[in-house]
């Protein structure tokens, strides 16, 4: 027996179980050597994992009235464990005494957020408090070079670092196809080979590890486990009078059957104080004011009074786990935070001092905010809760913690429906990819990347209700119903006169009951609205009762504008055929020509009507649609502007 092997099998395995590595991909595997070598940095003493623990934290935890004792947090936050056990709003760098400006965010969930863009009315998505590196894989290159963060003097010193590993002599070239040591500075290769570190890092921060769905919220919106009294309040606060979820949305991520991401990564300006704690006094943080590619997403300058103090709206998962808390960690406790968005205008300004560090900070008052002028005054600062209330909030958001089998079945407690082992209700949900290129507000001189601006599902079998904002049914269901989805592209941004040269309609498959058939697109004859419905319950969706001048099989504009025909004013001729697939692609001449006399006549832009297979039984194709925060439908028009 070879005694040598079998242990560095049984070492494998062990930390196979600890870290979920028999998950990983080759890519994601690398990515998590790299997110965790010190030596990446100048002085060999910080990672990624640094700001971004895979550990758990140790926190004081009330085991008796007026008793408490350290333990480890129920799960990993991907946070500063010294700020969460020191209470530090900032992490150190690299360097001696070079600290960060800003508070680290959780890296769990990171994946979900959306590639930064413009989606014609706000700014959405992208990495870091402000949305300046479009997404994963930008947001990973940044630590490596910034001064206050891992040090390194350039890009190609990084590279060096990694030529000193055979494991990444060896990774680089199996995974890649690239040969480290052959590698010279200033060179397309070596910036390559540094686009693909950060690709690894991207991808395992798309792993398990980062992304595990299992919250108490998690089962019980599965319908697996249910709340406690105080839980159920604090939701129904949470979607109600307390307005919380009208920035960390709580519905699916990509409609019905997905997992929340509890957030819409919008932007908002809620009105925190400057945290004296910071060590270097940095002023105040202009937020979204300070991404440098604004104008660049949307095509035109951005007001300064639109973005300026404005940070990214972040995801509650693990949020207890996580303090202390804002863009520049001046709130201590959940408890805090929410008694500042109860009563942030409602307590007076704290004078002498007027900052976080006033005695009564919170108690009996709150500092003015950074950008006073532009902070969010409807949806915040006077809501009229009571202490018991805010408590139930709390509560409510304790439950967005991961590992629920394990701390809902521990120290007393005990949830019989969610034993220990028990997997993610959402363990089959691809987390998404949004470092893909084309993603919507992607345009550039001679291409439009867009966005659907509005979306919906028609069904025969309830002429008077609809489906909309969620996801597209195509096809017939099992009871013989038809279903049919309708989708149109605002084209205003390609210039009057240029000529359409190619057309490309992509949309992702999130739910099928069959294959081998295809989908037809045929252009509308007639306007239609989308309305404000949003389909529920049934893995095939249910219909709900429409609302005013939104679309129905028999109406235009639910109760008073009908079509021409049951079903949609459209044209008999297909413009673009293709077989259904997970990802479905329209394209051809037709599409071409359909775009062509739009931007020529843009009054006759109606857009499309989808037909799928309405002569079989269960041939119900369902897809992602507008209002996903992944999978969207997106459609690509590449065209010669007429001054060429």
Known sequence: MHYPALLFGLFAGLLAAKTGAQQ?????????????????????????????????????????????E?????????????????????????QPRAVGGLNAPSATYAALTPAFHWNGSRFIGGQFWNGRARDLVEQAKGPFTNPLEMAMPNRWSVIERLRERPLYLREFQEVFGIDLESLEPNTSEAAEAFDAMASAIAAFERSRIFNRFTSKFDFVAAGITSFTASEQRGEGLFNGAAL??????????????????????????VGMPTNPLIPINQGADPGLAGN????????????????????????????????????????KTLEE?????????????????????????GVNCWSRGEYHETQNVEQMGNLGLSEQDEADIVAFMKTFTDNYPSWGNSHG?????????????????????????????????????????????IFADTPEGSISNGRLFIGRNRTGSVRRGLIAFDLSEIPTGSIVDSVELTMTVSDSHDSGFTISMHRMQADWGEGTTVGTGGGRGRAQPATPNEVTWLHRFFDTEFWSSPGGDFFATPSAVSSAAVTTRWTGAGLQ???????????????????????????????????????????????????Q
Request: aromatic residues 8%.
């Open 413 to 457: 407690r005990s949830d019989p429906n969610v034993p220990r082992g028990t997997p993610s209700p959402f363990a089959d949900f691809v987390v998404p990819d949004n470092s893909l290129r084309d993603t919507p507000g992607d345009s550039t001189p001679g291409q439009l990347t867009i966005g659907a601006s509005k979306d919906a599902s």
């Open 337 to 361: 935070v929410v008694h500042y968005y109860n009563t942030r205008d409602v307590l007076p300004e704290c004078v002498e001092p007027a900052d976080a560090m006033n005695p009564g900070f």
């Open 593 to 643: 020509a359909d775009v062509q006399d739009w931007v020529d006549n843009p009054g006759s832009n109606f857009g499309w009507i989808l037909i799928g297979n309405e002569m079989r039984l269960q041939s119900v194709q369902v897809y992602f649609g507008s209002e996903s925060f992944s999978g969207a439908p997106s459609l690509i028009v590449r065209y010669t502007p007429p001054e």
């Open 24 to 68: 990983f991909t080759d890519t994601q595997r690398l990515g998590n050597e790299l997110f965790s070598d010190i030596n990446l940095s100048l002085n060999r003493n910080q990672s990624c994992e640094s700001c971004h623990s895979l550990s758990r934290a140790r926190v004081p935890v009330q085991r008796h009235e007026g008793r408490f």
């Open 70 to 94: 350290m333990t480890q947090a129920p799960s990993a936050g991907l946070v500063d464990l010294s700020n969460v056990q020191d209470g530090t709003p900032v992490s150190n760098g690299s």
């Open 292 to 331: 440098p590619n604004l104008e660049s997403a949307r095509g035109e300058p951005t007001p300064l009074e639109e973005v300026e103090g404005f940070h990214k709206t972040v995801g509650l998962r693990n949020v207890e786990l996580t303090p202390p808390y804002m863009h520049n960690g001046v709130l």
């Open 244 to 269: 919380c979820s009208q920035c960390h949305k709580t519905r699916g991520i990509s409609g019905e059957g997905t997992p929340a991401a509890l957030s819409d990564f919008r932007y908002d300006n």
